[in-house]
């Protein structure tokens, strides 16, 4: 059965204390995988597809790697307003999209 | 422009009542997708039409009827929900529906069921 388990599940920064959110997935011929940033109440925010291993993309302080077994999503310098919970979702075989139960994520001043 | 609109923005429903989402995109996309998502939770796929065909039905209850009246429209006719059907709920789109294609969402309709 196709399983997304994200780690940790909440994690608390100071600002500027770099780290990073792990994504592992098991599925059978992944076609993508999704990382999006959710605010309270509100929609998710689309950040980078990957679809490959050895992928990488970048934007801003973020950094989404890939490799056959797990994700992970570089988190460089944070400020306060990157608190947020991120949501890792692959595509696999069929046309449903499987979220992980996401990493929320708090950035202290 | 990456937007996907939804309306209303809050909504209050009882048992009884019948109401109706609507999800607008402008993005030229022929897939939309209909997500429920309850409280510290990840979205849960409900529907998804391509090319204004329903494609998938996630065994959803029939008191929840979607609807796609052309590419850029989607809309979910509620009727006689119960409290637990009180949630969060989703809209997406992509490109064609194809396979490992991006989804952008909309803001989302939080819905009260009293």
């Known amino acids: 059965e196709d399983q997304v388990t994200q780690s940790p599940e909440a994690l608390r920064l100071q600002e500027g204390e770099s780290s990073s959110l792990n994504c592992s997935y098991t599925v059978s011929g992944l076609r993508g995988l999704f990382w999006y940033r959710q605010d309270p109440g509100k929609g998710p925010e689309f950040l980078f597809t990957?679809?490959?291993a050895g992928e990488e993309k970048e934007k801003e302080r973020l950094k989404a790697t890939l490799t056959k077994k797990e994700s992970f999503l570089h988190i460089t310098a944070p400020k306060p307003e990157d608190s947020a919970t991120y949501l890792c979702?692959?595509?696999?075989?069929?046309?449903?999209?499987?979220f992980g139960a996401g990493t929320r994520l708090f950035v202290k001043a | 422009d990456t937007e996907v609109t939804q309306t209303p923005k809050h909504l209050v429903m009882g048992m009884t009542n019948k109401k109706s989402l609507k999800c607008e995109q402008h993005?030229?996309?022929?897939?939309m997708y209909w997500y429920k998502q309850k409280a510290k939770k990840p979205p849960e796929l409900m529907f998804v039409y391509s090319y204004e065909k329903l494609s998938i039905n996630e065994s959803v209850p029939s008191r929840f009827s979607p609807e796609c009246p052309n590419s850029s429209l989607l809309n979910l006719h509620l009727h006689a929900l119960q409290p637990e059907d009180s949630a969060l709920y989703l809209c997406?789109?992509?490109?064609?529906?194809?396979?490992?294609?991006?989804?952008?969402f909309g803001p989302g309709t939080r819905l009260l069921v009293l």
């Open positions: 990957l679809y490959s």
């Open positions: 979702a692959v595509q696999a075989g069929g046309f449903k999209t499987i």
């Open positions: 993005m030229g996309h022929r897939a």
């Open positions: 997406a789109s992509s490109p064609r529906g194809g396979m490992g294609e991006t989804q952008y």
